[in-house]
């Protein structure tokens, strides 16, 4: 059986291949500007976490519409982001940064087509960590 460390520890890993390939395509430091909508999948189907919005280096939520309801403008926050792809969050980052929850990482990464999206690797109080992808809209 794999440890909750081990599990972590390889999906870094995992992450960090993956993010060489992100390398020269990330290197001026920001991701492209959009809306990105963060996902995990749980029980056999997707979850909405929210969205993101990124404008140059500031983002602002992430922000849950649920069921038709309009989310009002949130605060917006700078991030860092390095050659690599890892993402460095400068302000809160909604329900992955409250409750006694925090960031392990964030991973910058392109798909086949080059399209951006970003796995962030939440630390749960209880010590078990979650995964979830935001998708460029």
């Not at 993956?18 to 029980?43: H, I, M, N, Q, W």
């Not at 960031?103 to 087509?113: E, I, M, R, W, Y």
Request: net charge negative.
């Amino acid at each position: 059986m794999v440890s909750g460390i081990s599990r972590i520890f390889i999906s870094i890993l995992i992450l960090a291949a993956a993010g060489g390939a992100a390398r020269a395509d990330f290197s001026d430091g920001k991701l492209p500007d959009g809306t990105y909508r963060c996902e995990v999948y749980l029980l056999g189907m997707f979850l909405n976490l929210g969205d993101i919005t990124i404008k140059g280096t500031v983002y602002s939520g992430p922000f849950y519409t649920g069921l038709g309801t309009l989310a009002t403008a949130q605060q917006g926050y700078n991030y860092q982001m390095d050659a690599n792809g890892v993402i460095s969050w400068l302000g809160p980052l909604g329900g992955y940064t409250a409750g006694g929850n925090s960031l392990s990482l964030t991973q910058a990464t392109l798909d086949g087509q080059g399209t951006p999206s970003f796995d962030i690797i939440m630390k749960q109080p209880d010590g078990a960590f979650t995964a979830s992808t935001c998708t460029k809209n």
